[in-house]
């Protein structure tokens, strides 16, 4: 019995892969646009890498969004599944952290809410939102590739 058909993971993961590179397109240039502003805060220590300011963990974590993005698009096989599990799983235990010490919400849109004339609770429903899609997302393909690889050595006989 095979769980999940291989056009099925097929569809999925490229509709997956093309979609997480524009949500980290479209996320690593609203942290920079965002990094630009004349924001006090963007100025003070991050809360959980203080050697950084705000605006340096922006800025970076910006440059990291674009080099995925291209990789996820350029890479074959199952590494940009794992580019993106280990990505979401990092951005996921910085979130945890803001949240373990009480920081607040995290700037991950830059200001996303001001542009938009939203609120920041929209702004942070919609990161989170985009931060469980890379991480259940890109699990869920790594582990049903696995799942599928199991079953069919196990209907073969060869397990």
């Not at 705000?54 to 698009?73: H, P, Y």
């Amino acid at each position: 019995m095979v769980l999940f058909s291989d056009q099925g993971i097929i569809k999925f993961r490229q509709f997956f892969l093309i979609s997480v590179a524009i949500i980290l397109t479209a996320s690593g240039a609203l942290k920079m646009i965002g990094s630009s502003l004349d924001l006090r805060f963007l100025s003070e220590p991050d809360p959980i890498l203080t050697f950084f300011t705000t605006r340096q963990i922006m800025i970076g974590t910006a440059l990291v969004e674009f080099l995925f993005a291209a990789l996820i698009l350029f890479l074959d096989g199952s590494m940009p599944n794992c580019l993106i599990a280990w990505l979401s799983t990092n951005f996921l235990m910085y979130r945890f952290g803001l949240w373990i010490i009480g920081a607040g919400r995290c700037p991950c849109l830059g200001s996303l809410e001001a542009w938009l004339g939203i609120s920041p609770a929209l702004a942070d429903y919609i990161s989170t939102f985009c931060l469980f899609y890379l991480f259940f997302g890109s699990y869920l393909i790594l582990f049903s590739r696995t799942l599928t690889q199991f079953t069919r050595l196990k209907t073969e006989g060869s397990f």
